[in-house]
């Protein structure tokens, strides 16, 4: 069985040039990562001087993730709830994310919640209610009314106010 299996370590440039990707153009620009951790439970909330390394006689000074992703969002399950990580570079907004990736996992749980009719993935809400209100409220511009009627209709009453103008 191990002579049917065959692994190849690759240079990324070779990886660049087989995707016809200029070499400083990167292979991949967004990362997600989902860690299973059941410690991380425990360790949540608490400062770096308080982490546990789980090796006597070595005490961890400091931490700090980094990665080479323009996009990296990493999702802690903590075998009690998730916790959500966003490391963006600039000008994705990180904490934006964040939140559209909540507000999206929110809507996921809620549809499987639901026991009436199913909800299409692509009907999930991904937008929580201060993210819609800024949308529709502020960044809109000034409300105006809806029509009531069709496009089809509407046309037709512009035509019957303006008969001598050109439709097209």
Do not use: K, M
């Not at 709830?81 to 749980?109: D, K, R």
């Not at 937008?127 to 509407?154: F, H, I, K, M, Y």
């Amino acid at each position: 069985l191990a002579d049917l299996l065959v692994h190849e370590h690759a240079p990324l440039t070779l990886a660049q040039q087989a995707a016809d990707l200029a070499a400083e153009t990167p292979l991949f620009t967004s990362l997600l990562n989902y860690r299973q951790n059941a410690n991380a439970a425990q360790r949540l909330g608490r400062s770096i001087a308080e982490l546990n390394t789980g090796l006597d006689g070595v005490e961890l000074l400091s931490a700090h993730e980094r990665t080479n992703y323009p996009l990296t969002v990493s999702v802690d399950d903590t075998g009690e709830g998730f916790g959500l990580t966003v490391q963006a570079a600039a000008p994705i907004a990180a904490q934006t994310v964040c939140h559209l990736v909540s507000s999206t996992a929110e809507g996921v749980v809620a549809a499987l919640e639901d026991e009436s009719e199913g909800l299409l993935l692509g009907r999930v809400p991904v937008l929580g209610d201060a993210e819609q209100d800024r949308l529709v409220r502020e960044w809109s511009g000034e409300s105006r009314p809806v029509a009531e009627a069709s496009l089809t209709e509407l046309f037709a009453a512009q035509a019957v106010r303006t008969p001598d103008a050109t439709a097209v």
